[in-house]
């Protein structure tokens, strides 16, 4: 079993989110699956298999933590059209089927991949009870998604605040069924992003998250309203940081960035 780690949202290795990629004829049974994504160890590792010509989508996609099966992953479905392009077996664009809906990949220039994601609607509420002190920041609002993703998402300050956060993870549990995205409004626009956020993910066993595409389906949309354009580009400001395009258009999302291959290996056993 082949099996290629790519960093994601990034041009340059060790930065990104690197996700476990593996091309098979099949899905092996699900636990076998979920034992080598527990060996690979990331944050996501992406499973795939052509589908016959002549339906709605030309690949299956499945991605697991290493203890669970998640709903939506983008970083892991980048590495997944990066891997495509580079063994020459996408030369259009590529349509997934997974249990987050169906999915296109589309590869542009300077290797550049663009993902149509269902975008995650938001519903303002009032903070739950604690997040303030998990995070050991004040919300300055707060939202629910819907769809595939579950998350919260946390407005705070400013730019610096988000990057100087050091949460209580334990605390962070529960707060919503996947994870807390907590984000703000880029410090200098100057800077070449229009807003910053970082997230967490302790109940499904990520406590951060390096760069989360399917996170910036609810982000995008959060800062379309607050900034009245519908393509931005988010910085998420983990120790290894990544960048994502957003565009909003309705309930699609695009999300762009690019992808580097950093391990080419094979499963022995």
Not at 9 to 27: I, Q, S
Not at 115 to 134: E, N, R, W
């Amino acid at each position: 079993m082949r099996i290629r780690i790519v960093d994601a949202f990034t041009d340059r290795p060790f930065g990104g989110n690197p996700a476990g990629v593996v091309l098979l004829d099949a899905f092996p049974p699900d636990d076998r699956l979920q034992r080598v994504a527990a060996e690979v160890n990331l944050s996501e590792t992406a499973f795939a298999h052509p589908l016959p010509p002549g339906g709605e989508a030309d690949w299956a996609l499945r991605w697991f933590t290493p203890g669970t099966e998640v709903d939506l992953c983008g970083h892991a479905t980048l590495a997944t059209a990066h891997v495509l392009a580079a063994d020459g077996r996408a030369g259009g664009p590529v349509r997934f089927a997974s249990r987050g809906g169906l999915l296109t990949a589309r590869a542009g220039a300077g290797g550049r991949i663009t993902l149509d994601f269902p975008t995650a609607p938001l519903t303002g509420v009032a903070p739950p009870a604690g997040l303030a002190d998990a995070l050991g920041a004040t919300p300055l609002s707060a939202h629910t998604t819907a769809g595939p993703t579950d998350d919260i998402l946390v407005e705070l300050a400013d730019e610096r605040t988000v990057r100087e956060l050091a949460p209580d993870h334990r605390a962070l549990r529960g707060a919503s069924k996947r994870g807390v995205l907590v984000t703000a409004r880029a410090d200098d626009p100057g800077a070449g992003y229009d807003f910053v956020s970082r997230c967490f993910f302790p109940d499904v066993g990520i406590d951060e998250d390096p760069v989360t595409g399917s996170a910036h389906t609810s982000l995008g949309l959060f800062w379309a309203g607050r900034l009245g354009r519908s393509s931005l580009v988010g910085f998420q400001a983990s120790a290894r940081g990544g960048l994502v395009g957003t565009e909003v258009r309705g309930e699609r999302t695009l999300l762009t960035g690019t992808a580097v291959t950093v391990i080419d290996g094979e499963l022995l056993v």
